[in-house]
């Protein structure tokens, strides 16, 4: 079985501009993780979709998807989410398990909730290689010049550019490979965890890239809202 996994655990808003979480600000007349929500739903190869979300919102995303969801709705389960991004995706995965037990048949592609212009031929892209290679990640080639800087005051080293991307999600696993991976790390290797295929490479299990889009933006700032906002025909914030 296929699994999407949408991550919607963050109680933080930086971009001021809402008392809410931001995957729940309104975008062009829906909440953001519903639009994120939508693309999954209308994946035929995804299974069930599993949203992990903040104890004190879990009431909140029910009843959005209670009010927008209106086409498979009993595949949606809201499970709490954890600590961090990582534990929030072991919770779905143990919500996965505990229903459907442990296979080497199932894989989960993971996705940021406020990442609402996902396209379906990434998550196809992300299927196939997740059946092929057991880990991949949605990655763009970097257009800017990296700078290292250890120090925050003076450049370290400049990476050879073609070799830099920028990382995005979806990023998808093997649930029993991700499950032992994760089990495997010490409490030092999880914290410098930065996303979930951290976890594969820390172990030094190979993960495989799949093309990005610039399109498939995470919203954080007021300037990344307002350009969606523009995509979708919605109003901007000053």
Known sequence: MIFAGI?????????????MP???????????????????LLNERIDE????????????????????IRIKRECVHIVEGGTDRNSTIMNIVD????????????????????RPFLTSRIINDNIDAVLKYKACDTVI????????????ESISKIPVRDKMYQGQTPQSFQITLLRRLYEELN????????DACKIAVVRD?????????PSNMKLTTISDYNVAQ?????NFID
């Open 187 to 194: 409490e030092a290797e999880r914290g410098i965890l930065t």
């Open 22 to 40: 931001k995957q729940f600000l309104d975008l062009g007349g829906r909440p953001i993780v519903i639009h994120t929500l939508e693309k999954f």
């Open 49 to 68: 979709i599993y949203v992990g979300v903040h104890p004190s919102w879990l009431t909140h995303m029910e009843s959005l998807v209670e009010k927008y």
């Open 141 to 152: 080639p970097a257009t800017d010049t990296i700078v290292v800087s250890e120090d925050g």
């Open 95 to 114: 919500a996965i398990e505990a229903k459907h037990g442990s296979s080497e048949e199932h894989y989960i592609i993971t996705h940021d909730s406020v």
């Open 230 to 234: 523009a995509m979708v025909g919605g």
């Open 7 to 19: 991550l919607a655990g963050g109680v933080g808003s930086r971009m001021n501009i809402a008392d």
């Open 205 to 213: 299990h190979p993960v495989y890239l799949v093309q990005g889009e």
